[in-house]
């Protein structure tokens, strides 16, 4: 039919014309004709070679998961190390089987939320331009609770320094960040740290004037985040979540010194092999190669 010719403009109706008036998808026309002409076989279009069984992919996940150094890795980050290995597959499917099969991390539901006291990104271009610091707890079999403070950098994510002490003052705060400064600004010196800014929240070791003047001497500024907005705070509370399901919550430690090795050991675990989403699943130390090597050649 959609070869007859019109009587009036003597040309032909066309496909497009026909199924407008009969109210029939075109696909279905062409879907049609192929079955009687046996032009391809029926079944979903798209390349055949190359897909992975879903028995083998759940097999490599499996592998991979039991691989890796970290405990609960969402499927993103296998997607990530599955595109590694050079198997190519949907995001989509690998959520879709890790879900089958048990293996996603359970997800809170998080409690309502008035609106953001802050507007923006709190991340920044450039590493060292802005680490954040915050302290958390846990508990030692021997000696009781002990106090936890860290340093994250807010471009890399990187564990810039770490500590563990029994009790948690002005002094104890201070350490990861005379760690991160030796590390990465050359030495613990006045105005070593210049251009840098620290984010933390209202703590009381945060604010005592015996840390608030030691970032005046090493030249860094303070910058509190906002209050009851731990979102502005959020890279080291990122960390806090990862330490504490990598570590905390996983293992037990007899003293605030086996807990401290453990905390090192894991800060150089983590900026090495820990990939973040972001970055494009690189990890913190190759982000920081990767942005000084450009910086070094932009100068």
């Not at 046996?38 to 097999?59: F, H, Q, S, T, Y």
């Not at 340093?151 to 991160?180: N, S």
């Not at 990862?242 to 905390?263: P, S």
């Amino acid at each position: 039919m959609s070869q007859a010719s019109s009587i009036s403009v003597r040309r032909p109706y066309g496909l497009a014309r026909v199924c407008r008036v009969l109210e029939v998808a075109r696909s279905t026309v062409y879907a049609r004709r192929d079955r009687v002409e046996g032009a391809r076989p029926a079944g979903r279009p798209g390349p055949k070679r190359g897909i992975v069984p879903d028995e083998d992919l759940l097999a490599t996940i499996r592998e991979i998961l039991a691989a890796s150094p970290f405990h609960g890795e969402g499927y993103r980050k296998v997607w990530a190390r599955l595109r590694a290995r050079k198997v190519g597959v949907d995001k989509d499917r690998v959520r879709r089987l890790m879900g089958r099969a048990g293996l996603l991390v359970p997800q809170r539901g998080g409690a309502p939320h008035g609106p953001a006291a802050h507007d923006g990104t709190i991340t920044t271009e450039k590493p060292d331009e802005m680490w954040g610091t915050d302290a958390t707890q846990t508990v030692t079999i021997e000696q009781g609770t002990a106090t936890i403070f860290a340093v994250v950098d807010h471009c890399t994510a990187e564990c810039i320094g770490i500590h563990a002490a029994a009790r948690g003052t002005r002094f104890e705060a201070l350490e990861p960040l005379r760690q991160g400064v030796r590390e990465h600004f050359g030495s613990y010196e006045k105005g070593a740290a210049q251009g840098l800014a620290v984010r933390h929240d209202h703590g009381s070791q945060f604010l005592s004037r015996h840390y608030q003047g030691e970032l005046a001497f090493l030249g860094a500024a303070s910058s509190p985040a906002f209050v009851r907005e731990p979102e502005g705070n959020g890279c080291v509370e990122r960390f806090w979540r990862t330490l504490k399901e990598q570590v905390l919550w996983i293992r037990t430690f007899r003293t605030v010194e086996e807990l401290r090795v453990a905390l090192q050991e894991f800060r150089d675990l983590y900026n090495r092999a820990w990939i973040v989403q972001k970055h494009g699943f690189l990890t913190p130390s190759q982000v920081r190669g990767k942005l000084t090597a450009r910086q070094e050649v932009a100068a």
